[in-house]
């Protein structure tokens, strides 16, 4: 069993936890990821490792409420325990040698976003981070971008909070005000993930994507995650989640990720209406 030492609502669908897992904490790395159940009955879901705290032993994770399980978790609260907490599992994101990189977060995949940007600020490498929201509602980890970034651009759809635009509208502003990147690291939906590739192809900027989203179970066996990475079949659970986004074909992807949203959505709905009537 694993206590929940700390819970924190960071907008109306997104929850912040720090788990009591020393040894997980012990070995994790950006762009890693755990998978829990909530008890002993649970379905097992991948998340992305937040942050850690080697010293307390704890492990941050960030998820959005979109299914049963999530929303299971979220009932839970500081000091009750969660059942399983496994990792850390994936490959770690490379940062090693680098120099200057724009990180691009979408919603709440700045979650994923943020641990890379600290760990290449902490490098000394020089971060400039993109982060888009659909409205001031909804942004999360501003304060944490702000202390590891020198520049940060903060954009939302309508304008309600930084700068009405795109995450690919600023990188475009930037790349053509002269700013030169080793690489582009781009995490969020997928379709915003396709654009940002699709926009730093064309300047010939190295970009790494992390395809966290599209992962169900987590150890390769489902074949959820399978998609196809320049022209060859990968997991993003096993062979990733980091790929070369300019390999990636993100059509298929989005085809295959929205086979489940249906059934997501009719389980969220037992779970919520169970929960009502308790």
């Known amino acids: 069993m694993y206590k929940i030492v700390r819970k924190k609502v960071l907008n109306p669908t997104v929850t912040l936890m720090d788990i009591d897992a020393p040894m997980v904490a012990a070995k994790a790395e950006p762009g890693q990821f755990i998978i829990l159940r909530v008890d002993e009955d649970g379905e097992r879901i991948p998340l992305t490792v937040a942050d850690f705290d080697r010293e307390k032993g704890t492990v941050t994770i960030i998820f959005q409420i979109v299914g049963a399980t999530t929303e299971k978790l979220n009932h839970k609260n500081e000091g009750e325990y969660i059942q399983d907490f496994v990792g850390p599992l994936g490959v770690a994101s490379h940062t090693d040698g680098l120099k200057k990189v724009a990180v691009i977060g979408g919603g709440v995949g700045c979650a994923i976003a943020y641990p890379i940007a600290k760990k290449l600020h902490n490098l000394g490498c020089e971060v400039h981070s993109v982060v888009g929201f659909r409205n001031k509602d909804l942004v999360i980890l501003e304060e944490e971008f702000s202390a590891v970034s020198e520049k940060l651009c903060m954009m939302t759809d309508d304008g309600s909070h930084g700068t009405k635009g795109l995450v690919t509208d600023a990188l475009k502003q930037l ?104």
């Open 175 to 278: 790349i053509e005000s002269g700013e030169k990147y080793d690489e582009v690291i781009a995490i969020g939906p997928l379709i915003m993930m396709k654009f940002v590739c699709a926009l730093t192809k064309q300047y010939g900027i190295k970009t790494v994507v992390s395809m966290n989203p599209i992962m169900i179970d987590g150890t390769g066996m489902c074949g959820g995650c399978r998609l196809t990475v320049g022209g060859e079949t990968k997991f993003a659970c096993v062979d990733g989640p980091d790929f070369d986004g300019h390999l990636v074909d993100f059509d298929e992807a989005m085809e295959r990720s929205s086979m489940y949203k249906p059934f997501e959505r009719s389980k969220y709905e037992e779970v919520c209406n169970l929960y009502k009537n308790v």
